[in-house]
C-alpha cells in the first residue's frame, strides 16, 4: 500500500504551533506521499452518542461522519495534530477518536482488521516546559492504536 498521511488540525486557534509542526514534519514526507488535511475544528461533526447498546442498532451516521470514515479508512497514516489540551488530546481530537467506538461495530465490522497495521502519529505542542506531563496525550494515542 502507498502511503497516504491524513493530518487531522484539532487546535482551538488556528495557524496554531502544533499545525506549524505538522506542517514541518510534512514538508518531510516523499512527493509520492499523499497528503490529506482535514480541519477536526471546522468539520460540523456532531458530539458522540453512544448507540452500542440501542434496541435497534446504531443510527446512520451524516455526511460528515461518513467522510471522516472514509477519510480514515482510506489513510495510511492518521496523524493527530492536537496540542495539550488538560494533559490529554483536545475535545476535538478525542470526539473524532469516539466515533472509532461506533466505526469498530457499524457500519463496517471489517473497521478493526481494516486498521490493522496502519500507524497513527501524533504532533502536539504545550506551555509546560516537563514533557512528562503529555503522558497521558501520549498513552491515549498508543493504547488507541493497540
Ligand atoms: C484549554 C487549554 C488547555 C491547556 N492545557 C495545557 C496543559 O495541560 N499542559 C500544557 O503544558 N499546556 C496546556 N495548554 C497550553 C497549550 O498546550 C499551548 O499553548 C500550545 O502551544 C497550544 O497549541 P496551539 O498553538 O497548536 O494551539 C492549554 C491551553 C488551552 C487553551
New binding site residues.
Given amino acids: 500500500m502507498s502511503r497516504s498521511f491524513l493530518f487531522l488540525l484539532a ?3 488556528p495557524d ?4 506549524l509542526l505538522a506542517r514541518a514534519a510534512a514538508q518531510q514526507l516523499g512527493a509520492d506521499t499523499e497528503q490529506t488535511w482535514l480541519d477536526l475544528t471546522r468539520l460540523p461533526l456532531a458530539d458522540y452518542v453512544d448507540e452500542r447498546h440501542a434496541p435497534g442498532g446504531a443510527t446512520d451516521g451524516d455526511e460528515v461522519e461518513a467522510a471522516l470514515h472514509r477519510a480514515t479508512l482510506d489513510a495510511s497514516d492518521i496523524v493527530i495534530v492536537s ?5 490529554s488530546v483536545s475535545s476535538y481530537a478525542k470526539r473524532y477518536l469516539d466515533y472509532w467506538s461506533k466505526w469498530l461495530s457499524t457500519p463496517d465490522p471489517g473497521f478493526k482488521e481494516k486498521m490493522a497495521g496502519r500507524t497513527l502519529w501524533g504532533v502536539t ?4 516546559p516537563q514533557e512528562e ?1 503529555a503522558e497521558p496525550l501520549r498513552l491515549t494515542l498508543h493504547h488507541t492504536a493497540a
Fill in positions: 487546535s482551538a486557534r496554531g504551533n502544533s499545525e496540542p495539550l489540551y488538560w494533559y505542542a504545550m506551555a509546560h506531563l
